[in-house]
């Protein structure tokens, strides 16, 4: 079976010219469907810009990369595009929109489904807030959520179209020991049940026990992280 997420020899750099960087180098990574990993390392090691490449967010540079087999690499904008529908993305500021409710804010995420009815929208909109233990909250506004409550909306909101690959960066790193380790978990489960797979940035070695495998990056590589293991056990 074909990796979900295959990266061969990619290189990045930002900037141009005299001010063109080296930001990824010679990275090389399999994962397969339903797998859980976890990305971790030192900031400014290249993490969010790996993910935001596997998202589709921005175009890769130099080398392969194939999401659900398509290349990405050299990608146009049009193909970017179709590439991240299949996409849900969790980020550490949860990015509600603070005019909107709990319920309307989860409904954006299926904005793109042109097939389902409003009805169908709203239906499918609920019974994600229900699966977050939201349901009763569906009404209300973001100001008048706790953190934790804000990121399940998230979670709800990333996980309603049914994505094949869900995209995290730190998405506990603005929540309390217990918030963090629901949020996780709540991510794990449903992830599992949607057979989904799921790419996670973290600095927080509180919950790499959720992941199946933990990858390190260092300087912009992919490197051998000698505390990983000891980490989850």
């Not at 146009?76 to 319920?103: D, P, V, W």
């Not at 229900?130 to 706790?146: A, I, K």
Request: glycine share 8%.
């Amino acid at each position: 079976m074909e990796p979900v997420i295959s990266i061969e020899n990619l290189d990045h750099y930002f900037g141009h010219n005299q001010l063109k960087k080296q930001v990824l180098f010679d990275i090389n990574l399999e994962i397969n469907a339903g797998e859980i990993i976890i990305m971790t390392g030192p900031s400014g090691s290249g993490k969010t810009t790996l993910l935001t490449l596997v998202g589709g967010l921005r175009s890769a540079q130099e080398g392969r990369l194939r999401v659900l087999g398509q290349e990405l690499c050299g990608a146009s904008a049009a193909e970017l595009t179709l590439a991240r529908r299949n996409n849900g993305y969790i980020f550490q500021a949860h990015n509600l929109h603070g005019s909107l409710t709990a319920l309307q804010n989860v409904k954006m995420g299926l904005e793109l489904h042109k097939h389902m009815t409003l009805e169908q929208m709203e239906t499918r909109s609920i019974a994600m807030l229900e699966q977050v233990g939201l349901e009763q909250r569906r009404n209300y506004y973001p100001d008048n959520l706790s953190g934790g409550q804000k990121q399940r909306v998230a979670i709800a909101r990333a996980l309603v179209a049914e994505p094949k690959i869900v995209l995290a960066d730190e998405p506990t790193a603005a929540l309390d020991k217990k918030s963090g380790r629901d949020v996780v978990e709540l991510m794990q489960r449903l992830a599992k049940e949607n057979g989904c797979t799921i790419l996670l940035v973290t600095h927080d070695n509180r919950i790499l026990d959720i992941a199946d495998r933990i990858i390190y990056m260092e300087d912009g590589r992919l490197a051998k992280n000698p505390n990983a293991v000891a980490m989850v056990e």
